[in-house]
Structure formats: structure tokens, C-alpha cells
């Protein structure tokens, strides 16, 4: 029979925000914890809800495994006297193992003979290991904010009010907080009593016969059914994947969700969809519901426990039309400003005190955005100008104030009634994008611009002033900005020089009059800042080490880098690209220490030379084509066929000759054909790893 273990922590109400620290914490420390003490397992469930937490371990052993022990004595020269006979080293050491000195034997270590005892050490039985690890790993686990209750003696998420744990039918016996172990656990505040679990296998159902499902997925899916169910009733749509968020919320938050249906009044249907989305969904956890594709007056709430239908309803619809009465109110003030208005507004609301306020980033990304299109050929410059210009007109509005979750969508919904251009409602709404990492960009060419714009411009500006991230602070998240930079270039294929791109922003800081930004100062963090993010975009496409290392030295170029490292990742594998790479690094070690490109191959003497300096020029007019199309398959192909003539010369030529100036006429080609690589990447860093 499969040896089974429960605890239990039972507490008040844990905050939904620590839920995945708490499952993180015990599943780690449990695994650790055995493993430390040799106890193996077939499974374990961390459960979690919000009265209680705690694990489930099937198919532990009886106990830990014996373990042989060897223990070592004195030298066997100092364990016998003159006639033989036993010393007082090697009885006291017989004494001190509780053996005999005939059970004592001698083994050789490193040239000489030492006294030794093998005995087995029973292991402890897994019922004394979990009294001992369950209250050491509890005790010690961190939170981002603790309490303290009674005396002030104890701190931890929340107060503790019951334990259980149990070894088979067996009770573990500790103590957590004053809180002696039992078998009784809880159910449901309101709907459930005392259970007495007999064996941590009838802890489950026990619990939900009194309303509590403890494990945090399956009430994820009890929602997901109960939506369902509801949707099927009353004939309404439910999003389930845009309110992922949502669904996991409320399953922090209810021992036993039950879903009702109520309604809100339909007048305030003529309010933009986002509007009545975020007022239901965010302040009131609830799913807005949607008919033909269309929002309706109907919402699905959740309340934890059942039977009180009419009383969740009532109070959510009551909140609901007060907040959308308020939010009507809102909207249609909005709506009458004006664009100047907004504008002006924008001066009152700062941005970052050294930075300025948010009419003057507008300003800058106005102006940057219109440059960066310019540079690739963009032809409504216009667009793009007032696209940036208005991109954040709605901080100032009242909607945006009582509601923030709607930056953005409402700049969207106040240009498209002002009847702006398409690119510059659109752009309102999608500069924000990527919003995370794995975010998608934007679809519209203008609002990537813009965005692109608004990113360089945070990054400058917050280097410029000194507030680099640093460990995992980054407060004004500038890495997910560098992502986002990264990501619109790489993902449009815009080749742009990111060096060319940060001293335009700087200059337009300080053609605006901020004068105190430099970035000169802190050029070498920001690279390392850029590089480490291109690094991981790199390393989640499995590119390998050796040519992530190579392409970083071109950050600056990411678009370039990007294509550089997939090429070289598939280059890197095959025989023929090794062989050349240490043809390569042979023109590259003689040579990089010389201090200049310049040559006259005229002055080349020998045939091997001039050979290599014909291929060179062959090579290099083909590879500098290939780079202009971004072709660095063919770009690399063209420069393996060179391997060749390399080994040719170095066989034939001897570089450092005594003459200085054959000397320094050929270091100056090699540097010249050493550089071509640098154009993929740093070719020292290629198979090191």
C-alpha cells in the first residue's frame, strides 16, 4: 500500500497576490527537503485556497535508506605496541565507535595503513522527518508583506488558526505558531463545519461535501464550467481568453465559486464598449456578457458559496450603474474638450521632474518619430508628426483619471470622434505596444513609429539623468522598453542604427532645453543594457552561445545582429565554416594589434599574396552586396570561400618580415580582411563559448 501524507495551514483570508509565491515556496522546499533527507515520491499536490494551503505527497517510503559509514582512526603504527598488543589509541578509538577491538580493521590510505570501523546507520522513519521538516519549511517562508497577531510573537502572511497534518491514519505531532497539529480541518466560512479526516486520502472529498475545493486549478475549471452552463441558459457570449486574468483571480479568491447572472441598465449601452468592459470586469470581477457579438446589459459575478442569488446580484448591478453613471458623466465631458485644450493640459502633468512634462515628451516623440520615418522613407511625414504629437492627449481626461486601465483606448475613441486621421487614432491606442515581452507589436506602420519614438525617447531620457536599472529594480521598466525596441525593429525589418537613433534623441532633449542630459557618460551600461535584451530574445529562438557572443558586438545594428546570429547558427555546425574560422582567426590574431587598414597592393611582392589580394577584392565587392540586401547566408558563404587562399599565404608568406614597411603594407590588408568578419561578428568569440 502507497504510504500518503497531508498538512495543512489554515489561516484568515491570504491575499490573492501572494498565491504563487506561497505555491512556488512549498513545492521547492518540499522537494529540497527530501531530497536532502533521501525520501523519494511518486506525487505531490500543493493545494491552495483562500483559508488554507498546503501539500499532498503520495508514495513516500517507509524511511529514509541505511546508510554505510566508514569511520577512520589512528595511524595502525601507534595501534600496537612492541609485543603486539593492543595500544590505548586504538582501544579508546574501539571504545568511542561502541565496538570491539577485534571488530576493528585497517585499510591503506595514501602510503599508510589507518584503523577503520564500518557500521550502518538505521535511516529515520518517515513519519519523524515530516514532524521535523513541516514546520521548519512553513516557518521560514517569505512574504512580500507580513502580519503580526497576539503578542507580536509571530509574523507571517496572515495569522495561522489551525493545523493538520497526517502520516497515513497516523496524526503528525508539531507545532507552528502555538498551533498544535490534529486531524480536524475546516470547511467553507459560512456553508461548511468541523471535519475529522481519518487519512489524507478523504481530505479532498471531505472538504468539498462543506463547500471547499482546495486545489487552486480545479476551481479554475469549476469557473470555466459554470460559465459555460450560464452562457447556455441565458444565450450569451463569454471571452474565456480574455478574461484569463480574471478567471484566476476569482479563483484566488473563493473556496467554492458559484457563478450568477445579473443585469445593469441598459441605457448606458451607449458608452464604448471598453468603457462598460473595464467598469464590469475591473471593479466589479466581473464578465461582461455579449450577444451577435455585441455587449449587452448582462454580467456573470462569482459568489464564494451558494444560495444568496438575488443578494450578489443586487449589490454588484447597484455598483455597476453608479460607476457607470459616473463614467457617462466622464465620457461625454471629455468628449466637448477640445484637442488644443488637451494639449495645454498636457503641460499641467509631469512626465519625470527632470525630463519635463508630458506636452514636452509629445513634443520629442513628434519630432523623433517624423526623423526615424524620414529615415526609412516614410512619405506622410505629417501623420507621423501629429500621430506622435497626440499619442497620450487622454492622460489629462477625466475617464482616464477615474479609470487608468484605459490609456490609450480612450486617446483612441477621443481622436476618432474628433475625426482625426485613421493612423492617428489608431496609433493613440497601439503605441503602447509591445506591453510585455512576449507582447505582439503593433499592426500599423505609424503606430511603430511612434512607438519606437516614445521608447527611445524613456531610454535616453532616464540614462540621461543617472536612473539606470540596476539588479531587478527597474522602476520606470526600461527593459521592457529596450524588448519593445528590439522587437519593432527585428520584427519589420528595419534596418536602422540604434547609435544613430539615440543621438538624435538626445539632441532633441537638448534642442527642448534639457541641457542635462548626456548619455556619453553611460554609453558602455547602455550597450550592455541593449545587449543583454537582444541576448534573450536570441536565446529563446535556441540560437547557440558561440554566435550570440559574436553578433553582440553590432547592438547597435540589432536588425543586422538578428539576421548575423541565424545565420551563423546554422553555419556554425558544419565542418567547412570550422575549417575556415581558423583560417580566420590566424588573419585576425597576427593582425589586431595593428593600429591601421591602410596598404598599397601594388607593393605586393609574392604570388600567394597577390592571390589572396585578388580573392580579397572579388570577395569582398560580392559580400558587401549581400550585406545590402541583408543576405548574410550569402555573405558568409562568399567569405569561406576564401580559406584557401588564407592557408596558401600563411604557408608561403611570412608576415613579419624584418623590412618595416613590407611589414606594416601587409598587417594593414590582413586588417583590412580581418574587418569584413566584424561586419557579422566578433570572430574571437566564435567556439569559446
Known sequence: MLNRAIFEIGVEDLPPSEFDNIRAQLEEGLKKSFEKNDLNFLSMNIFISPRRFGAYIVGLPDKQPDKKEKRKG???????D?????????EGFAKSQGVQVKDVKFENNDGAEYAYIESVKAGEPTKIILQNIIPELITNMNFAKSMRWGKGNYTFVRPVHWVLGLYNREILEFEIFD??????SYGHRFFGEEILITNPQSFFSELKKNYVIPLYEERIEVIEREIHELEDEYNIKISLEEHEDLIREIAKMTEFPKGVVGSFDEKYLFLPPEIIIVTVRHHQRSFVAMKDGKVINKYIAFQDGFGRKGNVTNGYTRVINARLDDAAFYYEDDLKADIQKRLEDLKSITYQVELGNYREKCERISTLSSKIAEKLGFENLDVVKRAGLLCKIDIPSKVVYEFPELQGIMARIYLKHKEENEDVFLTAQEHYKPLSENDEISQNLVANLVSLADKIDDLVGYFGIGKIPSGSKDPFGLRRKAFGILRILISLDWDLNLKELIDLSEKTFVESGKSNISIKSVENELINFLSNRLETILEREK???????????????????????????KFIKKEEFRDFIIAFQRVNNISKNHKSQEYNGRLFIEEEEKTLFQKYLEVKSHFENCLKKLDYDGAIESLISLKENIDRYFDNIFVMSEDESIRSNRLGFLKSLSALFYEIGDVEKLYKG
Do not use: H, M
Open 74 to 80: 589512528p595511524p595502525k603504527k601507534i595501534c600496537f
Open 543 to 569: 540560437i547557440s552561445k558561440e554566435a550570440i557572443n559574436s553578433v553582440l558586438i553590432n547592438i547597435y545594428k540589432p536588425l543586422r545582429a538578428y539576421l548575423a546570429a541565424k545565420s551563423l547558427d
Open 179 to 184: 498551533e498544535k497539529s490534529s486531524n480536524k
Open 82 to 90: 612492541g609485543n603486539n598488543q593492543p595500544t590505548k589509541a586504538l
